[in-house]
């Protein structure tokens, strides 16, 4: 068990470009999320995937984000015509959710982006 | 609704000291807790976890918290602080209807010699 990996770590791009990140689950997990955080606050939901299956997604993911998860393996986050504001860690954490049971998530060690 | 809130952003201690970090909840359901820990440019590790069993929580690196349903509560603490504690701690609550972690603010956590 490798633990949840992302890549980059860091990404550092001109407002306006196109981003996208990957995010390789702990193996067998079929719960995978998606967390943004930033400066001084603690991590906010932004969606997460059932297998394939994306279920939910906040408010916070507005339509220039979009997350897949193909074949409920690794997922992806792009973010499309990057802004200032989009300067955050975005953090992938997986688990494995049994049924009626409360699933421990895993965090990755975040990509950190930079719009300048 | 779900939230929390962590009573003070920034805590310092002596090592050796107790260590003691604190968080509200508020839930409409029976919460399921987490604290995790966060060192510098690294993502969140997992200190413990309340699920409705015993209320004192161990956790790892000798941490341990304790739910307190009158109190709404779930405060963190350490009987004596090391060097490598230093970290920001954040408390979460989980909604399973939602599959989604509520967490606080943070708390820094500075540890002096």
Do not use: N, V
């Given at each position: 068990d490798t633990g949840v990996s992302q890549n980059p770590r860091h990404k550092i791009t001109k407002r306006g470009q196109n981003v996208t990140f990957r995010c390789d689950p702990i193996s067998e997990h079929n719960r995978l999320y998606w967390y943004r955080q930033t400066l001084g606050q603690g991590p906010e939901f932004l969606t997460y995937f059932q297998n394939e299956a994306q279920l939910e997604k906040s408010?916070?993911?507005?339509?220039r984000f979009s997350a897949e998860r193909p074949k409920g393996s690794f997922s992806t986050l792009e973010i499309q015509?990057?802004?200032?504001?989009?300067?955050a860690m975005y953090l992938c954490a997986s688990s494995f959710q049994l049924a009626e049971a409360t699933d421990t998530q895993y965090f990755g060690p975040g990509t950190r982006l930079t719009v300048l | 609704a779900q939230s929390v809130t962590q009573l003070g952003s920034h805590v310092s201690v002596s090592e050796g000291a107790l260590v003691l970090l604190r968080c509200n909840y508020s839930s409409s359901v029976p919460p399921y807790l987490f604290w995790y820990v966060q060192y510098p440019n690294q993502g969140l590790q997992l200190l413990l976890k309340y699920t409705?069993?015993?209320?004192l929580v161990k956790g790892i690196n000798g941490f341990e918290a304790e739910f307190k349903k009158s109190e709404t509560s779930f405060h963190l603490t350490k009987p004596s602080a090391h060097m490598s504690d230093a970290a920001e701690y954040f408390c979460a609550v989980y909604r399973s209807t939602l599959g989604r972690l509520y967490f606080g603010r943070g708390t820094q956590l500075t540890v002096w010699p």
């Open positions: 408010r916070l993911l507005s339509d015509r990057t802004e200032q504001g989009d300067s | 409705s069993a015993a209320t």
